[in-house]
């Protein structure tokens, strides 16, 4: 099965600062990568998807990049209700899996 | 509006079985594949199950091969879970999901509000 990481597992950042998530796969998963926001007692929520395209009605500071093995989670200006955990996908084999999750604390 | 909404969760046994339904309304429900996931509390995500628009393929995360079987039926536009053989480390809200585009694997665009299992004797 692909293992997804990401990196840092905790973040901590003031509002109006840009934010950089990390989600490697242990094997190439081309672009078939998805990020995911989740609020306490929410259900997880699409942002991007096949690396870099915004799910409808996600701003425009959460942006996607990468290809191959290593993908960015990009909030250009922090807000305070981006606080959340967000969680990488990848969907090009299966078994599907999930990354252990970034903790994003907005200070 | 595009809604999920999963019910049958509950209480159960180790060993025992529960039948989970997700009931789908406000778009073309055999277009699209459907998939389970879950949380463990406290825990990330962990996907299940997936099914084909048509129901001709399936596919099943390793720890519940042999144990979950996933359905639909597009007449009643619902997807089914039935879990068999419980395990105390199944505890967890199951979610229902539909994929981003039609006709594709895809990512899970859309999600229900989760339906808790918990198996404790």
């Known amino acids: 099965e692909i293992v997804l990481t990401q990196s840092p597992a905790t973040l901590s950042l003031s509002p109006g600062e840009r934010a950089t998530l990390s989600c490697r796969a242990s094997?190439?998963?081309?672009?078939?990568l998805a990020w995911y926001q989740q609020k306490p007692g929410q259900a997880p929520r699409l942002l991007i998807y096949d690396a870099s395209n915004r799910a409808t009605g996600i701003p425009a500071r959460f942006s996607g990049s990468g290809s191959g093995t290593d993908f960015t989670l990009t909030i250009s200006s922090l807000e305070p209700e981006d606080s959340a955990v967000y969680y990488c996908?990848?969907?090009?084999?299966?078994?599907?899996?999930f990354g252990p999750g970034t903790k994003l604390e907005i200070k | 509006e595009v809604q999920l909404v999963e019910s049958g969760g509950g209480l159960v046994q180790p060993g025992g079985s529960l039948r989970l339904s997700c009931a789908a309304s406000g778009f073309t429900f055999s277009r699209y594949w459907m998939g389970w996931v879950r949380q463990a509390p406290r825990r990330g995500l962990e996907w299940v199950a997936s099914i084909k628009h048509d129901g001709t393929e399936k596919q099943y995360g390793e720890s519940v091969k042999h144990r979950f079987s996933i359905s639909r039926d597009s007449a009643h536009n619902s997807l089914y879970l039935q879990m068999d053989s419980l395990r105390v480390e199944d505890t967890a809200v199951y979610y229902c999901a539909r994929v981003v585009l039609p006709l594709d694997t895809g990512a899970f665009h859309i999600w229900g509000q989760g339906t808790l299992v918990t198996v404790s004797s």
């Open positions: 996908h990848q969907r090009i084999a299966w078994p599907y899996t």
């Open positions: 094997q190439s998963v081309t672009k078939y």
